[in-house]
């Protein structure tokens, strides 16, 4: 089975924190995501990224960046969190080379910025 | 543009009652179509995908899924719900555009009456 890990389930910083959110999955998918998820939103993609070092941005990029340096790691950052960014927030995985490769999602990360 | 709908935010069912979660979406192309679990606290989980072939999918737990072009609908059914049923619920959209972007729906929060 896929196994999606993110480092936290629950996170609180304060308001211009700089905020790093981990994941890593074990099974040498190429294909990495991060959604936000809110009440009556859904989910919305943030960053998604293709391979190493490669990344392409999502519906909602804004305040966000990533980071891939190794195949099995993707890193969310936020440059300077706001309480705008209070959410959960969802990593995935999928097969490499097909788009319709279903997501496996890790369990997320509720931040909290106060 | 492309998108997903799910008309119903909240369903509430007796246990034992047969279900089923509405989903539409607008897409050009014949779509790959999924629906998505997602526990209390938890990550998604696949229930069943729809790429090609036969209308009605099979997924875990119980779950099918008929796709319906003409009514550009993929909903998930259930003959009789069990109280672990109780969830939210997500329709989605994938490889949209030949891309690796998945379209959400905005969920469907599933009650089960005991």
């Known amino acids: 089975d896929v196994k999606v890990t993110q480092s936290s389930r629950y996170l609180v910083k304060r308001t211009g924190e700089k905020v790093f959110l981990e994941c890593v999955q074990d099974?040498?998918?190429?294909?990495m995501f991060w959604y936000r998820q809110d009440p009556g939103l859904g989910l919305r993609l943030i960053y998604f990224?293709?391979?190493?070092?490669?990344?392409e941005k999502g519906d909602i990029p804004e305040g966000y960046s990533v980071s891939r340096e190794k195949k099995e790691r993707f890193s969310l950052i936020l440059e300077s969190a706001s309480t705008n960014q209070t959410s959960m927030y969802l990593c995935?995985?999928?097969?490499?080379?097909?788009?319709?490769?279903?997501?496996?999602f890790g369990n997320g990360t509720r931040l909290t910025v106060t | 543009a492309q998108s997903v709908t799910q008309p119903d935010i909240h369903i509430t069912v007796s246990e034992g009652a047969s279900l089923e979660l509405r989903c539409n979406y607008s897409?050009?192309?014949?779509?790959?179509l999924f629906w998505y679990v997602q526990s209390p606290g938890q990550g998604l989980q696949l229930l069943l995908k729809?790429?090609?072939?036969?209308?009605l999918v099979q997924g875990i737990k119980g779950f099918e899924a008929e796709f319906k072009r003409s009514q550009s609908s993929f909903n998930l059914r259930k003959p009789s719900v069990h109280w672990s049923d109780a969830a939210e619920y997500f329709c989605?959209?994938?490889?949209?555009?030949?891309?690796?972007?998945?379209?959400f729906g905005t969920g469907t929060r599933l009650k089960v009456l005991a």
């Open positions: 995935a995985s999928s097969s490499p080379g097909q788009y319709n490769s279903p997501l496996h």
């Open positions: 990224s293709y391979d190493v070092k490669m990344k």
């Open positions: 989605a959209v994938g490889g949209t555009s030949g891309t690796y972007k998945y379209i």
């Open positions: 897409y050009g192309a014949t779509p790959y």
């Open positions: 099974m040498d998918h190429e294909n």
């Open positions: 729809y790429f090609s072939g036969d209308t």
